[in-house]
């Protein structure tokens, strides 16, 4: 196996990077944009929907795909388009995708039907697609610091948070005094500002970071339809239902895609995804790390909406009251990142973050169902989890990557954590499926059918709970196997691999 590179390489300052935030604040204001972009773009949306619906005459599947779209087709060609990047150039390919967003955003203001609502929508996931790996990647090559890395990483997090936060908010008031296409119409200027930010802040792509290998066609493929069939799983299963043969048979399909592509990129002379390279400790265990958070917040953010609104009685309203604990801690908790990385290392900041995150969804497993103040503290929990893991998971994956890789380091960080979004859907909806008879969103459910849900959620808590803890457990040893290496072989060839 390549050893790591010694940290002491890695602190190295090199010539022109930028020695603080501020000397980067164009670049920086660029890339949050397209962060805010991604985070933005779905929250703000789904409160139109029930407006749209009207409006476009649209049907409830019409409706899922308005969203689906976006989700699936950005998931499924992250991967892709990440290689692209390191070959072709990242900067090039990532103002590619702001013009294409820019341009699908203003055909929103030609739609007349809920098909064509979904094709904008599908060409906004590939321009995220393009768009936002690269600028996880920029970022952290802007820098040479790893300090600075994880400051500019977190300032570009917290702005898409507040975006995420915001957005339903936002989203509400536009919907009292404008037509719904304003809302994604707000991406053009958002894709202006990124497009500026970034040809100004950030120098033309070199030659010397990016490679010239062939872009592996096949690879490409058969990673994308097995990521797009992962993606479309848990609507299946919860639309069909557990005892329908279509969830099942995607799920097979998934399988012997990714089957296929592992046997493809161990064949390929020129793989897509090296897999050598996901192999190396600091990578595999920043993805272990990212895959155990995505699980648990899928989760666990799936099973509180069913149980404040439909065990407890608590209005849409009420129950994005009881989120807000959460959304705090994502938006203020960006302050603390840096002074507790700084303080405990990335290394560690990576397992103690993810294992806060596995700690509450345990909680809110066990004791959520004994009041709100447990499922408050689960809150905070998970969010504080993912607010750090958000960062440093991610930096300790492109820290063990070569150069020119990065790209496809930053999309396989975000692949890993919407396919881990998706699976922790179809396993929570399948258990709850399993164990409640009857029709979940009915009201006045029996004493019986209240047993059940309740007993649903610990299971599918408590499922997700070992799953998460396993992955963090087997990321620990990565990560300490990485420090081994690291101490064993401390002049190791950054760009080797």
């Known amino acids: 196996m390549t050893a790591q590179p ?38 703000i949306l789904n409160v139109a929907l029930p407006t749209i619906g009207r409006e476009l005459h649209a049907s409830t599947t019409g409706l899922q795909w308005v969203t689906g779209a976006y989700a699936v087709v950005f998931g499924g060609l992250m991967l892709a388009f990440g290689a692209i990047a390191d070959r072709f150039g990242r900067r090039r390919i990532m103002l590619i995708g702001l013009i294409l967003l820019g341009a699908a955003s203003l055909a929103t203001a030609l739609v007349t039907t809920a098909e064509q609502l979904i094709a904008v929508r599908a060409a906004m996931g590939v321009a995220a697609a393009m ?84 872009v592996d066609v096949p690879g490409a493929v058969l990673g994308t339809v097995t990521i797009v069939l992962a993606l ?34 161990r064949s390929a002379r020129y793989p897509l995804l090296d897999l050598k390279l996901v192999a190396r400790p600091l990578v595999s265990s920043g993805l272990a790390y990212k895959t155990a958070s995505g699980l648990a917040v899928a989760g666990m953010g799936y ?22 604990p959460q959304v705090v801690v994502l938006v203020a908790g960006g ?30 497993a066990v004791l959520g169902r004994f009041g709100y103040l447990w499922i408050a503290i689960a809150l905070v929990l998970v969010a504080a989890g993912i607010r750090v893991n958000g960062v440093v998971a991610g930096t300790n994956v492109l820290r063990g990557l070569p150069e020119n890789r990065t790209s496809i380091g930053a999309a396989l960080v ?16 399948t258990i709850l499926a399993a164990i409640f008879t009857g029709d979940i969103a009915t009201s006045n459910w029996s004493t019986q059918q209240t047993m059940q849900f309740r007993d649903a959620v610990s299971v599918a808590g408590l499922t997700l709970t070992v799953v998460a803890a396993t992955l963090v457990a087997w990321g620990t040893v990565r990560t300490r196997r990485a420090a081994d290496s690291q101490t064993s072989t401390p002049n190791a060839d950054v760009i080797g691999g």
């Open 6 to 43: 010694h940290d002491d390489v890695l602190e190295q300052p090199a010539i022109g990077a930028p020695q603080s935030l501020r000397a980067a604040w164009v670049a920086l204001a660029g890339l949050s944009a397209v962060f805010l972009f991604e985070m933005l773009d779905n929250s």
């Open 131 to 214: 768009t936002t790996p690269g600028s996880m990647a920029l970022a952290f090559r802007l820098f040479s610091e790893d300090g600075l890395r994880v400051r500019a990483m977190t300032l570009i997090s917290t702005v898409g948070l507040i975006g995420l936060a915001i957005g339903p908010t936002v989203g509400g008031f536009v919907l009292a005094i404008a037509p719904w296409q304003v809302l994604l119409l707000v991406n053009v200027p958002i894709a202006v500002l990124a497009i500026i930010g970034v040809r100004k802040g950030i120098a033309a792509d070199v030659a010397a970071e990016l490679h010239r290998d062939p």
């Open 232 to 265: 479309v799983v848990p609507t299946l299963f919860v639309n069909e239902g557990s005892g329908s043969w279509a969830p099942w048979t995607a799920t097979a399909a998934a399988v012997a895609g990714a089957t296929l592509f592992v046997l493809r990129e």
């Open 335 to 364: 302050a603390f990142v840096n002074p507790f990385v700084q303080r405990v290392g990335l290394d560690r900041a990576a397992w103690i973050s993810a294992a806060a995150v596995v700690v509450g969804l345990a909680a809110y």
């Open 414 to 429: 975000d692949t890993a954590s919407e396919v881990a979004t998706g699976v922790g859907v179809a396993v929570t909806g």
């Open 303 to 324: 099973m509180v909406t069913l149980q404040l609104q439909l065990d407890w009685g608590w209005s849409p309203a009420h129950a994005a009251t009881g989120m807000l």
